[in-house]
């Protein structure tokens, strides 16, 4: 069996539970607080019991704490799956919809989602769903926009024909003198 991971020296147990006093994450502090228990001489089990987990997790504090300090025991934000699109994809997505499509050559008067999806896949063999794609173009600036839609047959004048006009519901009353009343 191997020997435990060694934490840092730059640190004590009471330097420790001043940290975790001083902090204002929970999960930390506890952190802080089992690692300075093994700093104080008691056993990686008595700080796993102490922080609510088991020896392998505790060893994983350790490692954490000894890369980065106090600051490496706080939970960090995962950093999710990398883009599908690199940069110069990404610029030349950019420069086709800013363009817009060539209709004999695209097939299409407008770009859709579906249609920006099938031209990625034909320039770089880069297949994206529409969700995702719809994510990259918002998050490169653009928003869907539509045309209010117009019947071709509208006659503009019988639609102002059509527009109710009622007097305004507030009128002014007629000024009476106090003595009228």
Same mark, same amino acid.
């Given at each position: 069996?191997?020997?435990? +991971?060694?934490?840092? %020296?730059?640190?004590?147990?009471?330097?420790?539970?001043?940290?975790?006093?001083?902090?204002?994450?929970?999960?930390? !502090?506890? /952190?802080?607080?089992?690692?300075?228990? +093994?700093?104080?001489?008691? %056993?990686?089990?008595?700080?796993?019991?102490?922080? %609510?987990?088991?020896?392998?997790?505790?060893?994983? &504090?350790?490692?954490?704490?000894?890369?980065?300090?106090?600051?490496?025991? +706080?939970?960090?934000?995962?950093?999710?799956? =990398?883009?599908?699109?690199?940069?110069?994809?990404?610029?030349?997505?950019?420069?086709?919809?800013? *363009?817009?499509?060539? =209709?004999?050559?695209?097939?299409?008067?407008?770009? *859709?989602?579906?249609?920006?999806? @099938? &031209?990625? &896949?034909?320039?770089?063999?880069? %297949?994206?769903?529409?969700?995702?794609?719809?994510?990259?173009? *918002?998050?490169?600036?653009?928003?869907?926009?539509?045309?209010?839609?117009?019947?071709?047959? @509208?006659?503009?004048?019988?639609?102002? !024909?059509?527009?109710?006009?009622? =007097?305004? @519901? &507030? @009128?002014?009353?007629?000024?009476?003198? =106090? /003595?009228?009343?």
């Amino acid at each position: 069996m191997g020997s435990a +991971i060694s934490l840092r %020296s730059d640190f004590g147990g009471d330097g420790l539970r001043i940290l975790a006093r001083q902090t204002k994450d929970a999960d930390q !502090a506890r /952190r802080l607080l089992a690692l300075a228990s +093994i700093y104080d001489g008691g %056993s990686r089990a008595d700080a796993a019991r102490l922080g %609510s987990v088991t020896v392998q997790i505790v060893r994983d &504090w350790v490692v954490r704490f000894n890369a980065r300090g106090p600051d490496g025991l +706080i939970n960090g934000k995962a950093p999710g799956k =990398p883009s599908l699109l690199n940069e110069d994809q990404r610029t030349a997505l950019a420069q086709a919809i800013e *363009r817009g499509p060539t =209709p004999y050559l695209d097939g299409v008067v407008r770009w *859709r989602l579906c249609d920006l999806a @099938q &031209w990625l &896949w034909e320039e770089f063999r880069v %297949s994206v769903s529409e969700q995702t794609l719809g994510r990259e173009v *918002r998050s490169m600036g653009y928003r869907k926009l539509s045309a209010r839609p117009r019947h071709h047959a @509208q006659d503009a004048e019988a639609a102002e !024909a059509f527009k109710k006009t009622s =007097p305004p @519901q &507030w @009128q002014r009353s007629p000024s009476v003198p =106090p /003595r009228a009343r």
